[in-house]
């Protein structure tokens, strides 16, 4: 189990109320479990930065599906990167465009050489990273 | 079939250098390549700020399996949220975290929404929505 | 006088190591102090996204002066929105390049739509606006 | 004088359609303007992340006047990164809160310290870093 410490917080009370102003509109349940998430933000944030730390994200892709050379060379660059997908997930949005979903784990540094592979291919429309956390520092 | 258009663009001689050598680490196979992923970047994020544009996206989520209650809940807020939800993929990091994929399209305040409820429930470490396109407009 | 009012947070070990480490780093003076950081953070990138709320900030422009045209550009544009400038910086960067951090105050849509103005003058190199706050809500 | 190339490049009739659309609402004068600070953009953020680069930017911070030891190790703080301060500016916002806009210029590591250490004063509302660029690179 996980020992919960508590400790105080001194705020102006200006400052405190629109902070109950936030929480209510995010609807949290209450004041430290907004702190929680303000706190870990920063440091999966900081995560990211330090090169020989394992993150974990997604990598997610919109494409068209009728150009048979990019998805062969979607598929081609995948396996080259293969220690780094765990799963991914495929969309049709409409008639021609696909998303897909890839889960991705490892080194930051290789994580984002995978991530701008896959943008860089010609008729991969949009490409976006991710970056979420193994929860391991974050208990 | 989408027809190109062909237009000239008038760079000093010194960023066209810095430019090439950006696209060069990022593997772009040319210039057009690399600018239409430029245009494409703002079009997204132009769309994400117009509240009556369907647009598509990934809500990831990391938390420990082990809060019953917490499971529960993910389960009950996704299914208010049922038309919003078009599939979601599961990794177990390690023996404490989960991953949670979810991919999500409709209106950007009402995917907002959701991915703010998802956040805020006790437990889930980490949220983030990454914001993609139906790639409509895009071609 | 601001009244300073305080409540207990909560927050599992391994999390708090983390945050005092992270504290430490950024040589903050206590954890109060480090999270009023973060929640005055949310509460200005909020205030922002209200269209009827006055804000403070910067436009900084990077150009080359010996464009005359531009600097007369400029200028005109700065008188044009006049009751939104507080004052200006000039700095001589080099031998070609000026740097211009002009203060801001008012409603976020016009504040926005003076700095893509400027930002869109041919010469004009870069532009980022810095969105800060007056304070009044923050004590 | 700065030498202008040209180049063709080739975009979907639709996307082209849109960006010229995003053109006309930004004001830009033409296609090249707007492409050209598309391009500066990315080099701007890729100049920051090298340390051992020269960047220019402002640091903006808020705070309250009133308390006397707050002014002192403001000012003690900017004694002690002295190099790196071009310049600075001071506006009265209202009774309590002031805005200082301080020019800065140097290696990105140490701009980044200065940022954090002011930030973490206790007193210092907000701070913002704004990373702009000695045009050194982009002409």
Redesign the interface.
């Known amino acids: 189990m996980?020992?919960?410490?508590?400790?105080?917080?001194?705020?102006?009370?200006?400052?405190?109320k629109?902070?109950d102003l936030?929480i209510s509109q995010?609807?949290?349940?209450n004041?430290?479990?907004?702190?929680?998430?303000?706190?870990?933000?920063?440091?999966?944030k900081?995560e990211w930065f330090e090169n020989e730390k394992e993150v974990?994200?997604?990598i997610?892709i919109?494409?068209?599906h009728h150009k048979r050379e990019l998805v062969n060379k979607l598929i081609s660059i995948q396996h080259d990167f293969g220690d780094l997908i765990?799963?991914?997930?495929h969309?049709h949005?409409?008639h021609?465009?696909c998303?897909e979903?890839i889960?991705v784990?490892g080194l930051s540094e290789k994580v984002r050489t995978l991530a701008?592979?896959l943008?860089?291919i010609?008729g991969v429309?949009?490409a976006?990273l991710?970056?979420?956390?193994?929860?391991?520092?974050?208990?």
């Open positions: 996980t020992e919960l410490l508590r400790f105080g917080v001194s705020l102006p009370e200006k400052l405190l629109e902070f936030y995010r609807k949290y349940s004041r430290s479990e907004a702190i929680r998430d303000l706190i870990r933000d920063i440091l999966v900081r974990i994200g997604a997610i919109v494409y068209d765990l799963s991914s997930q969309i949005i409409n021609n465009n998303l979903i889960a784990k701008d592979s943008k860089a010609k429309k949009h976006t991710s970056m979420s956390t193994t929860g391991m520092d974050l208990v």
